[in-house]
């Protein structure tokens, strides 16, 4: 056996066989190392695009919670003023009907104050009466006399 010609044959058969590898073979092992690497770098770039989505989305998250509390707070507000309208509305309300039961009353105190004065000059035009009845020694007519104590009357 010789060393050269079984280095040629040797050498001969590795280079078919790299051929062949090179031929049928490595095409679809590249393919499938392209395709791979297709999908890892599409995975990496989802990956990157869901990080940045979920950051804006903690922002819109965030900013929206900023709004829902200043829309709370003017509502809030808002409820406040309305309250303190509507206790100064129930204010003036109880004012004005303070204001309407006192001229009430005071109407009624007059009508009280004049009935009552009139039933004392009538009383006290009866004493007169009666007074004068004694001094006179006579009976005086109520009914026959009434212009005259009528006159009485409006003079006291």
Known sequence: MNINATLLGQMITFSVFIGFTMKYVWP????????????????????ERGKHDLELAQHKAVEQLREAKSQAAKIIEQAHLKAAGMVEEGKERARE????????????????????????????????????????????????????????????
């Open 97 to 156: 009907e303070g204001q309407h039961l006192k001229l009430a009353a005071k109407a009624e105190i007059e009508q009280e104050v004049r009935q009552t004065k009139d039933e004392l000059r009538k009383h006290v035009a009866r004493i007169a009466m009666q007074g004068a009845e004694k001094i006179l020694q006579q009976q005086l007519n109520p009914t026959a006399h009434q212009g005259l104590i009528d006159k009485i009357i409006d003079e006291i």
């Open 28 to 47: 679809p092992v590249t393919a499938a190392l392209a395709q791979r690497q297709k999908r890892i770098a599409d995975g990496l770039a989802a990956a």
